[in-house]
């Protein structure tokens, strides 16, 4: 008998020890009197090699697993393993069944030929503890020579490390469910509500459509005439719909009044009520709008529109406010939003890829609309606005240095360029974008220049690729239009695709930034550090190494969870490490942007570092996992680009 940790005594028994005395007694005992007839060596005879992944085992690892293992009893209801507890050892049900439990709730049910506790042997503890659920009997592979198996068998390897892509998968699908709990516990008040704006019944329908212009609506409340006993007058609504079937369709005057077109049979709802609930009332009604009270105030219309835009965790009230934005100031507050937007699409367990893609194009719009404001319309005809990046990739969530250009029509002078361009610069300062201190921005000449600027620029990053250079065109790879004519940003990037070398040498230069940091990770998946550089240790070797894999390629995609995708239509990922990749990717956005906003970081990415003491144990696993998924891929970019031959 051998007690280990806190677990109750198990009996070990093994080919290469002496058969206890008294092994008929506690098999007989322990609810296995058919064992206690049975010799040790026939228990591992009856283990079946059939069965995945041992079936991609050699014959000489088969025998390697059954000299190096042991195996274990356990009544019912005795605790296998707890979550905190070392194991050492790959638990192999050959009978019994195996619950793992966190609290109460069963994660995961293990019976015959199925293995467990593979998290904790590949460096990650787990939080669930190990239950008996029948009379069970193990067999215990030690992780010395588990480890071994997976690194000198690598189908056997893969089956295992598939486990980390599973656990990352599960976490996005519980993230979906909470948004879809977050959207049917919203109340109406949470959406956006147009303000009731009022026409009296003899109101013509030409003076009504200025109205709904100056109000940006489309749709007006009519106020009906006050009954003789002073009664107030019906309130009807009216639609754009109305306005145009009766003007355009049906032919009256633009000076009739809206009185008669109205609709008085109005559908209202309190303003505390469930914003699902007014969906199911549109749907059952084929109506796209609703009335809004509180108590017996109409307060405004609800539009199917904007609720369907709450689908979207009010990033759609943020875009109306920046489009509506006439002068920098309305485009400034509409901003300011944007970081409490973010908390609140976080808060309501958002997908990280989700929360980018809205950042990214409510930011985009903000450039752009800042761009129009302060631009002539020939410069805006004659020029394309760009961002560079993590911005022109799409993955920058909190607000960071200012990455962004201006790419001029040949041939075009603009008298007012440079005062434009600063003002630019200084305005999205104000909005929350900090100055990039490398000067990346559209006040600096290096980055507002003329296409043929561009071209001879790019033609000196491509023969000539000194560290600056090999940054510039990083990030100009990433770039993507804003505003102006899209067409400039093209042919500066089919120039760039042309003039790539065919040189395996200028590739893996371009790559080699790749293996600049170290990746906080140790031999047995343990976290390096109490503190952390996530983006250097992890998010830059992957989004650049796959960056290098795509230039080389000529991929056109900007995103590098795209360009994973592509590279694996290619053949150069196969399917399990481009989902590897992409799972690896969005958990480490997920663990820097929550722990900023931890911190009270809302407004700007202020640092990227992370303190595992911080995160609980599925962090923690997270984070071990990530980090693991990194460090293969950069062994896999040094040997694809040749990188210990320089």
């Not at 295992?160 to 979906?176: G, K, N, S």
């Amino acid at each position: 008998m051998v007690s280990r940790g806190s677990a109750p005594p198990r009996l070990w028994l093994s080919p290469r020890r002496p058969k206890a005395a008294n092994l008929g007694a506690f098999f007989l005992g322990s609810g296995f009197p058919d064992l206690q007839r049975r010799r040790c060596s026939d228990v591992f005879e009856a283990f079946s090699f059939t069965i995945a992944p041992f079936d991609r085992l050699t014959p000489a690892e088969r025998d390697q697993v059954m000299a190096a293992s042991d195996i274990a009893v356990w009544p019912k209801g005795a605790t296998v393993l707890r979550g905190e507890e070392a194991s050492g050892h790959l638990h192999i049900v050959l009978k019994g069944l195996v619950q793992e439990l966190s609290g109460t709730e069963v994660l995961a049910a293990y019976g015959p030929g199925e293995s467990f506790d593979v998290k904790a042997l590949l460096g990650s503890p787990g939080a669930g503890t190990f239950v008996a659920r029948e009379d069970t009997v193990c067999q215990l592979l030690p992780q010395e020579s588990f480890l071994d198996l997976t690194r000198t068998n690598p189908r056997f390897g893969v089956w295992f490390h598939q486990e980390m892509i599973d656990r990352l998968r599960d976490l996005a699908v519980r993230q979906a469910n909470r948004e879809m709990t977050s959207f049917m516990m919203a109340r109406i008040r949470q959406a956006y509500i147009h303000p009731a704006a009022y026409v009296g019944a003899d109101c013509s329908a030409r003076d009504a459509v200025a109205a709904m212009k100056a109000t940006r609506s489309t749709s007006l409340l009519v106020r009906g005439e006050p009954g003789a006993d002073g009664a107030p007058g019906r309130v009807g609504i009216l639609s754009d719909r109305d306005l145009r079937d009766a003007v355009i369709l049906d032919g009256a005057p633009v000076t009739s009044p809206v009185g008669p077109l109205a609709s008085y049979s109005m559908i209202s709802l309190d303003i505390d009520d469930f914003l699902f609930n007014a969906l199911v009332v549109m749907t059952k009604h084929g109506i796209r709008r609703v009335v809004v009270t509180e108590g017996e105030a109409i307060v405004g219309i609800l539009e199917q529109v904007d609720l369907l835009g709450f689908l979207s965790n009010n990033s759609h009230i943020v875009a109306i406010r920046v489009e509506r934005a006439s002068d920098l100031a309305d485009l400034r507050a509409a901003s300011a939003e944007i970081p409490t937007l973010i908390q609140a699409l976080h808060g309501n367990g958002v997908k990280i890829r989700f929360i980018a893609e809205m950042v990214t194009a409510l930011n985009r719009r903000i450039f752009a609309k800042l761009f129009e404001l302060l631009a002539p319309p020939d410069l805006l005809a004659n020029s394309c606005l760009i961002v560079m990046g993590s911005e022109g990739r799409g993955e920058q969530i909190l607000k960071t240095d200012q990455d962004n250009g201006l790419i001029l029509r040949d041939g075009y002078a603009c008298p007012d360029l440079e005062s434009i361009t600063a003002e630019f610069s200084r305005s999205l300062i104000e909005f929350g974008y900090p100055q990039c201190p490398g000067g990346i921005m559209v006040n600096t000449p290096e980055w507002t220049r003329p296409l043929a600027g561009y071209r001879a620029a790019i033609h000196g990053w491509v023969y000539h690729p000194d560290e600056a250079a090999q940054l510039n065109l990083a990030i100009f790879y990433d770039a993507a239009p804003v505003a102006g004519d899209a067409t400039l940003l093209d042919q500066a990037r089919d120039y760039l695709i042309e003039t790539l070398s065919a040189n395996d040498m200028f590739f893996s230069h371009f790559a080699r930034p790749t293996l600049s940091f170290d990746t906080p990770i140790g031999l047995f998946s343990h976290l390096k550090g109490e503190e952390l550089d996530i983006k250097k240790g992890g998010i830059f070797p992957l989004v650049h190494g796959v960056r290098s894999l795509a230039l080389e390629k000529r991929l056109q995609e900007r995103n590098t969870i795209d360009r994973i995708r592509a590279l694996q239509d290619l053949g150069v990922f196969d399917a399990t490490m481009a989902t590897e990749l992409t799972e690896a990717l969005l958990a480490m956005l997920e663990l820097r942007l929550k722990l900023r906003l931890a911190a009270g970081d809302i407004g700007t990415q202020t640092d990227n570092f992370i303190r595992p003491d911080q995160l609980n144990r599925l962090e923690r696993d997270l984070l071990k996992d990530s980090l693991s998924i990194v460090k293969r891929f950069k062994e896999f970019i040094t040997y694809h680009f040749h990188l210990k031959m320089f």
